[in-house]
Nanobody, 121 residues
């Protein structure tokens, strides 16, 4: 069982920035795509961004394009989500997803426990 551990969440004012990190326990995760999803209270888990195993391909949901950047360091078995120009509507629990590719949760095999991001207006 691969463990995925997120970090970097917190409280930030609108317009601010945060950087999330997700470390995988298995080095083989460096050969798979990974992604970030988020879930706000009362809403379904939604896709945020994904990155291919080598970092050459990325995909973002429209609402974060130009503000968020997904990246990875396979030497550290870690992916990152750099979030700039944060908005109150970005408030959610952010989940790291491993060993997959696509915009649906069922397309990923492993999940982290989530990290809370709260953006105040």
């Amino acid at each position: 069982q691969v463990q995925m551990v997120e970090s970097g969440g917190g409280l930030v004012q609108a317009g601010g920035s945060l950087r999330l990190a997700c470390a995988a326990s298995d080095r083989t995760e460096g050969t798979f795509g990974m992604g970030w999803f988020r879930q706000a209270p009362g809403k379904e888990r939604e896709f945020v961004a994904a990155i291919s195993w080598n970092g050459l391909d990325t995909n973002y949901t429209d609402s974060v394009k130009g503000r968020f950047t997904i990246s990875r360091d396979n030497a550290q078995n870690t992916i990152y989500l750099t979030m700039n120009s944060l908005k109150p509507e970005d408030t959610a629990v952010y989940y790291c997803a491993g060993r997959g590719w696509g915009t649906h949760p069922y397309e990923y095999d492993y999940w982290g426990q989530g990290t809370q991001v709260t953006v105040s207006s």
